[in-house]
């Protein structure tokens, strides 16, 4: 397993955790992170004076930028020290694995041989490196207390029409795990903005947040699937931090950790999909309203014995969670890269980074109304959120003297050339009085470097006298500098800088004429 950098999002999950009474191992386990990498993180926090009282104001954009800065793993190979002492084991550690050990016992046996290295990195050197695993039983597990958690999952239910044609319909089944009290969301595609969608018809078909969801391994919600530390989508995460619940995945190919939503998955495929005829995705999901509260709600569960939707208010509608007002604006996240130009795209849309950024990949987090860009977890640029094909673009972040012709300032530039001379003033404005005046800034630029080499006189001296003969050119302008230069006295072409004495005699009494003749 490489070394993966932690997201923002991420950290802030740990602690937002942390300050709501985690310890750090559940803390590292919900954000998807190592339990040494939350222990930095929150060592951190408590650091920069964050105080564990379950305000969760406190973790502002600053204080997780501040935070990341202070936590800088360095691990050149993309493991730690503990996995490199543990390749010098390997043979060893294989041995045992073959000889049917299990991973607690292996770490027993290292320790004692002086070897002492963290459980959990143990574990995955074990499985990737020697094969390490067995065979799980399927264990019946209690079931929680009532109103804590929701296992969710998505099942195929088949064909629907959808405007000319068909398209293949999914159902987002969400299962009560106490009562069983279920929600269905059907849906066309299985994106993280429509898994958000879902949860939130589901909170409402509910009437609150359950504390806990378990979800199966879904693309929208968990990123990288792991037994020990699944990575989670940045987007959905931050969904569950603004809702209050915490994200408790099952893993790979492992069902008996979502046994009542698997059982749930195929009674909807059964009982209401099958035999049916929908006219539109709206028809069907009205319908699935009405089968969860009057079918599935009161029928009489063979588990629990009890009607579901009775058993879900008596015992699990109070102890949720309450529901949001607002609607989730969901947010996008993307990983761009900062061209030469200084922007960067987001949504096929352009906004403008600090030119040093130049060729670095920033992490951006775009919602409906603002843009923000962060390096290494800190925040280095905000934007208001413009719509596809545009830019949003701060003429701070170019570099000095490019800001005026990246922004086409036409304005600012005709106040240089003014600067330089009334004609020279004159002459730029003309320039620029065209229908589409910047497409004539180079002409200007190349005037005011006609003004850097020969001096501001002359080129104001050569911008009257292309004024007069009405001719707007700014090669004009240069060429009656040259031949201005060229009629000039040899004395002053050869030592244009040689001032005459006072008493300096003229060139004329020094030829051999004059002296004849005297």
């Not at 386990?29 to 009282?53: F, P």
Request: with cysteine.
């Amino acid at each position: 397993m490489t070394f993966r950098e932690v997201t923002v999002v991420q950290v802030r999950e740990v602690l937002r955790r942390w300050l709501r009474g985690q310890g750090e191992r559940p803390a590292a386990a919900g954000a998807g992170v190592d339990r040494k990498t939350a222990r930095r993180y929150i060592a951190a926090a408590r650091e920069l004076g964050v105080v564990r009282n379950g305000d969760e104001s406190q973790l502002s954009d600053e204080v997780i930028g501040q935070v990341c800065e202070a936590v800088r793993p360095v691990r050149p190979d993309g493991h730690g020290t503990a996995w490199r002492t543990l390749a010098g084991e390997e043979k060893r550690i294989n041995d045992w694995v073959e000889a049917g050990l299990n991973v607690k016992k292996i770490h027993d046996l290292l320790a004692r041989q002086g070897v002492v290295v963290p459980y959990r990195t143990l574990a995955r050197f074990a499985v990737e490196r020697c094969g390490a695993g067995v065979k799980s039983l399927t264990v019946a597990v209690a079931d929680p207390e009532p109103g804590q958690e929701l296992q969710v999952d998505f099942g195929r239910m088949g064909l629907l029409p959808a405007g000319e044609r068909k398209k293949v319909c999914h159902a987002l089944v969400f299962t009560a795990c106490s009562s069983r009290h279920c929600f269905v969301w059907l849906t066309f595609s299985q994106t993280t903005e429509e898994v958000i969608n879902g949860f939130e018809a589901a909170w409402a078909f509910f009437g609150g947040i359950f504390p806990v969801v378990i979800p199966d391994n879904l693309s929208p919600v968990v990123t990288s699937a792991d037994a020990l530390s699944p990575r989670f989508n940045d987007t959905f995460i931050e969904y569950a931090q603004s809702r209050g619940f915490v994200i408790d995945p099952a893993r790979v190919r492992h069902p008996q950790d979502k046994p009542k939503v698997e059982r749930t998955v195929q009674y909807v495929r059964g009982s209401f999909w099958a035999g049916e005829q929908f006219l539109n995705i709206s028809d069907a999901q009205r319908r699935a309203v009405t089968w969860c509260n009057e079918a599935a709600g009161m029928r009489v569960h063979g588990t629990t014995q009890l009607r579901p939707a009775e058993a879900f208010r008596a015992t699990e509608a109070a102890l949720l969670l309450p529901l949001v007002a607002l609607p989730y604006d969901t947010p996008i996240w993307a990983d761009p890269v900062v061209h030469r130009d200084f922007h960067c795209e987001v949504a096929r849309s352009l906004y403008s980074v600090p030119y040093s950024l130049a060729g670095k990949r920033l992490r951006a987090r775009a919602d409906s109304k603002t843009v923000k860009f962060f390096l290494a977890g800190e925040l280095v640029k905000f934007h208001p959120r413009v719509g596809p094909g545009q830019r949003s673009t701060d003429p701070a972040d170019f570099p000095p003297g490019k800001e005026v012709y990246a922004m086409r300032d036409i304005d600012q530039l005709a106040k240089r050339a003014a600067a330089a001379g009334p004609a020279v003033g004159e002459y730029a404005a003309a320039l620029l009085g065209h229908p589409l005046p910047w497409t004539k800034m180079r002409q200007v630029y190349r005037l005011l470097g006609l003004v850097k080499k020969w001096g501001p006189e002359r080129v104001d001296a050569a911008c009257a006298k292309a004024l007069d003969a009405e001719a707007i050119d700014v090669g004009l302008v240069g060429r009656i500098i040259e031949r201005a230069k060229e009629n000039e006295p040899e004395q002053e072409r050869l030592f244009p800088n040689v001032v005459p004495g006072r008493f300096a005699r003229q060139a004329q009494e020094f030829s051999s004429n004059n002296r004849a003749v005297q």
